[in-house]
């Protein structure tokens, strides 16, 4: 039974920070390439970033490049998205993601996701 779980959404206002945690089980989750991505209602699920197996590769869409920063810490099977300079335009829920590929930048290259993180930026 593989699970991911997110959590550290909520609400908070433009330029603050938020820290997006995602914990793993059911996998090895070592071995697994880990990305976020964002929705907002009425479009696709988007690439945020992801990270490699040890942290040694990562990538970020330009609207959150010089912002975001993916993390992992593969003894506590969680990853993280530090979100800083937060603007209303990241208003979406964040959901993670788990895949084996080691490039991973859309939705068909991942076998699990979790259920989602409201992140929600006022103005």
């Known amino acids: 039974q593989v699970q991911l779980v997110e959590s550290g959404g909520g609400l908070v206002q433009a330029g603050g920070s938020l820290r997006l945690s995602c914990a793993a089980s059911?996998?090895?989750?070592?071995?697994?390439?880990m990305g976020w991505f964002r929705q907002t209602p009425g479009k696709e699920r988007e690439f945020v970033a992801f990270?490699?197996?040890?942290?040694?590769?990562?990538s970020y869409a330009d609207s959150v490049k010089g912002r975001f920063t993916i993390s992992r810490d593969n003894a506590k099977n969680t990853v993280y998205l530090q979100m800083n300079s937060l603007k209303p335009e990241d208003t979406a829920v964040y959901y993670c993601?788990?895949?084996?590929?080691?490039?991973?930048?859309?939705?068909?290259?991942?076998?699990?996701w979790g259920q989602g993180t409201q992140v929600t930026v006022s103005s």
């Open positions: 993601g788990a895949g084996t590929r080691s490039l991973q930048i859309r939705t068909q290259d991942y076998d699990y």
């Open positions: 059911g996998l090895s989750f070592s071995t697994y390439t």
């Open positions: 990270i490699s197996w040890r942290g040694g590769s990562t």
